[in-house]
């Protein structure tokens, strides 16, 4: 029986151009070694003298197209190529910060800060679990949204990746093989998941801040395109959206509530803060010359505005400050904004507080060498953080009061403003 359609050209060959029986059958390695016989009598001629039993018929007739293996998407190298970039524009801005740096500070004080102490104290001393759901705190529910929405991504990523793609034959219908919302949930799902792991540890509604806004992203890709998903995910991609929208139109309507309660206007607080509730003690601090009023005017605390108005009063500039708390054995946080209020440097190097440093016996050792050496006039003792407690290494006690003893030895109290005492170091006998 003949063929009734005429075999693919690519797949079967016409006959050799010499004459041959007209009873003989072209065999398979003559059929296609001659590339002469173009015109459409020989390739006729050729599909009506093939039999069933031809083995070029038999594969162009029955086999469907080749399908090659799922390999390397092109945009997985145009992206590679892309971070390339990326990571060079980065050098090119942080290289001269970073030898700036080097040129007048040492190099180790810096590793310690953010590689060594990092590594081995931070998880330990600033750790949180997961907080719970409940009506009155429906807002962190958005703390759990970033992790369902690039699991979604992520399978959407790798159904890309596994799914089979024609063989070079086939026309190209596009320059890549990977459609735009596959790369862009690429590149926003590793967003998510780096800016999310960088909250992990103190995790909280505000360290995932930076995580929100690309898992939102990533939520409009998906909900867009749901309809190439299976019915479960298109399930979880809805259910994400809608909760996104209600964690944040509750996280609003509370902050709302708290703005209307006190009378005062988000736009106002921006504009023209000292005249929004709750009022700074003095009338006048806005108007003074410091750090904190040089622009947009950075409200302080009553205690704060008093201390800083003191120690303006009672140093100089070239005066140096201690800024600690009443008791150096437990430490949760310390108050910096001082120092930058009053523009005086720290009398120590020590002056930012973390849970396993100041309530070391070495680091305590240091900061009372420090503290013979530059002899600060005052210091200040903050006891505001005295009631924080957290399930980690910060509410916990070293023992270690050696601070306190020199302190206690070395200067008498003078003044104090609510939760701050004043104390002027005694005079060398």
């Known amino acids: 029986m003949r063929s009734r359609s005429p075999p693919s050209p690519s797949l079967v060959c016409g006959p050799p151009c010499s004459s041959h029986h007209p009873a003989a059958p072209p065999s398979p390695s003559t059929a296609c070694c001659s590339q002469a016989c173009s015109t459409a009598s020989s390739l006729s001629s050729a599909t009506t003298s093939a039999s069933p039993s031809s083995p070029s018929t038999a594969l162009s ?106 063989s070079p034959p086939a026309p190209p219908v596009a320059e890549t093989d990977t459609p735009d919302w596959i790369a862009f949930l690429t590149a926003f799902a590793l967003l998510a998941a780096v800016m999310y792991l960088k909250g992990l540890v103190r995790i909280s509604l505000i360290h995932v801040y930076l995580a929100l806004l690309p898992s939102l992203l990533l939520a409009a890709v998906l909900f867009e395109h749901r309809s190439s998903f299976r019915l479960p995910a298109r399930t979880l991609i809805t259910s994400a959206v809608v909760l996104s929208v209600l964690t944040a139109t509750w996280a609003s309507i509370q902050e709302a509530r708290l703005i209307r309660g006190q009378r005062s206007s988000v736009l106002m607080w921006l504009l023209s803060p000292s005249t929004q509730s709750p009022h700074p003690p003095q009338a006048n601090w806005c108007t003074l010359r410091n750090p904190l009023t040089l622009g947009p005017c950075f409200l302080l605390d009553p205690d704060h505005i008093d201390t800083v108005e003191f120690l303006a009063a009672h140093t100089t ?44 016996a070495d680091i305590q050792q240091e900061i009372i060498r420090e503290l013979d050496l530059r002899a600060p006039p005052y210091i200040a003792l903050d006891s505001e953080f005295e009631a924080a407690h957290e399930p980690n290494d910060s509410s916990r006690s070293t023992g270690v009061h050696l601070l306190d003893q020199h302190i206690e030895r070395n200067y008498q109290l003078v003044q104090t403003f609510g939760e701050i005492s004043l104390w002027r170091r005694r005079p060398v006998r």
Do not use: C
Request: proline share 12%.
């Open 61 to 166: 007739s029955s086999s469907p197209p080749p399908v090659s293996p799922p390999g390397l998407p092109s945009f997985v190298r145009q992206s590679s190529r892309a971070f390339g970039l990326y990571l060079l524009g980065f050098l090119v801005a942080f290289l001269p910060s970073a030898l700036a740096f080097l040129a007048v500070a040492p190099l180790h004080p810096f590793l310690y800060d953010i590689v060594l102490f990092q590594a081995k104290y931070y998880r330990l001393g600033r750790r949180l679990p997961f907080p719970p759901v409940h009506l009155r705190t429906f807002e962190n529910l958005a703390i759990y949204l970033p992790i369902l929405i690039v699991l979604l991504s992520a399978g959407a990523i790798v159904r890309s990746l596994r799914a089979p793609r024609p």
């Open 317 to 360: 500039s070239a005066d140096t400050l201690y800024l600690g708390v009443p008791h150096h054995d437990r430490i949760f946080a310390n108050d910096n904004a001082t120092y930058f209020a009053t523009q005086r440097l720290p009398s120590t190097m020590w002056s930012h507080f973390d849970p396993g440093l100041q309530n070391r």
